[in-house]
């Protein structure tokens, strides 16, 4: 197989395209030829020597995302078959032309989508279900803001939130980036470089919100939220460590959570996957909801498509394809 491989920690220019021996599955493992494969900020995280890969991952190949068509099965493997086409969420070794997953962190891909747009959606949806649904426990007609509202994890949650019923607000970085977040469905995006989220949204208040910034907005959020409301954190790029007035989390009930998905245990993410077939492949299968796939890179672009994903005009989600 090629992969794309980080010769050391830095920028886009540190990956080279090697060739790998071919992978083996064993137990319930499928072997994947990979079509596509997604772009994610964790990625860049691990590129750059801030988020390394669980210690039984190969360190030097990121990727937790990918599309394509089963190879190879494993002799306790059941759920799928060689020539099915599938999505599946990996812990990393996903920007190669193979990929070996168990089968319980798989997915079947909906006629509907394309390789590139299937390749845009396990990292996300399982995130936003996970984080939004099961941690942040969202209901119908509750109040949530997304942080982020064009990125992938953001536009992904925006449409999946709007379908289970919750009024959406979300933070965007430009005027055009707030037209794609109410294009999608979002009931309020609020341009945080023109205005303060604190003061359109306190008015309202907030039951849920879905944060990856942390710092000095943290303690926006306790204030924001009503009683019995949920934080949920799930990055912290402005840092990790903040200061809580305990005696304002007492009185309002609130609830601080958060959760990273790379490390968590196989059995969890095979429940995570069995929630989400039953709640969101149906949407997706009816284009309810559907991956904001903005740029396709050939993977031999693999450095391009990094320097575009830091890029500030970029949005939605970014995908390589494999059989460029």
Same mark, same amino acid.
């Given at each position: 197989? @090629? ?45 750059? /020597? ?39 969420? #990996?812990? /990393? ?10 089968? @319980?962190?798989? #997915? ?26 099961? @941690? /942040? ?68 208040? !907030? ?23 949920? !934080? ?25 959570? /958060? ?23 149906? #949407? #997706? ?7 904001? !796939? ?31």
């Amino acid at each position: 197989m @090629r992969a794309a491989v980080m010769t050391t920690f830095g920028g886009p220019e540190v990956f080279q395209i090697e060739e790998r021996e071919d992978l083996t599955p064993t137990g319930d493992e499928l072997v994947i030829e990979v079509k596509a494969a997604g772009i994610n900020r964790p990625d860049v995280f691990q590129r750059k /020597g801030h988020y390394p890969a669980p210690a039984h991952v190969i360190q030097e190949i990121p990727g937790l995302e990918v599309s394509g068509i089963v190879s190879s099965i494993g002799p306790e493997a059941h759920r799928f078959k060689v020539g099915d086409e599938v999505m599946a969420l #990996l812990p /990393g070794v996903g920007y190669a032309t193979q990929a070996c997953v168990s089968e @319980r962190a798989c #997915l079947p891909k909906p006629k509907n989508l394309s390789f590139e747009e299937a390749a845009c959606i396990p990292e996300t949806v399982y995130t936003v279900w996970h984080n939004v649904f099961q @941690r /942040g426990r969202l209901k119908r007609g509750e109040r949530v803001l997304i942080h982020g509202g064009t990125g992938g994890i953001g536009t992904t949650a925006i449409q999946i939130c709007k379908q289970f019923g919750a009024i959406v607000y979300c933070t965007v970085g430009s005027e055009e980036k707030r037209k794609v977040a109410l294009d999608l469905g979002a009931d309020k995006a609020i341009n945080y470089k023109t205005e303060d989220f604190v003061d359109v949204l306190k008015p309202e208040g !907030l039951d849920v919100i879905l944060d990856s910034i942390g710092g000095v907005y943290f303690n926006k959020h306790i204030a924001l939220l009503h009683e019995d409301g949920r !934080l949920v954190q799930i990055n912290a790029m402005e840092g990790g460590k903040v200061e809580l007035n305990l005696l304002k989390l007492m009185q309002k009930r609130i609830t601080v959570t /958060g959760s990273t998905l790379r490390g968590r245990y196989l059995s969890f993410k095979g429940e995570l996957t069995k929630e989400i077939e039953t709640n969101i492949l149906p #949407l #997706l299968e009816k284009g309810e909801i559907r991956p904001l !796939l903005t740029k396709i890179f050939p993977f031999e672009e693999v450095i391009e498509a990094h320097r575009y994903f830091e890029s500030p005009e970029q949005y939605g989600k970014i995908v390589l394809r494999m059989d460029s």
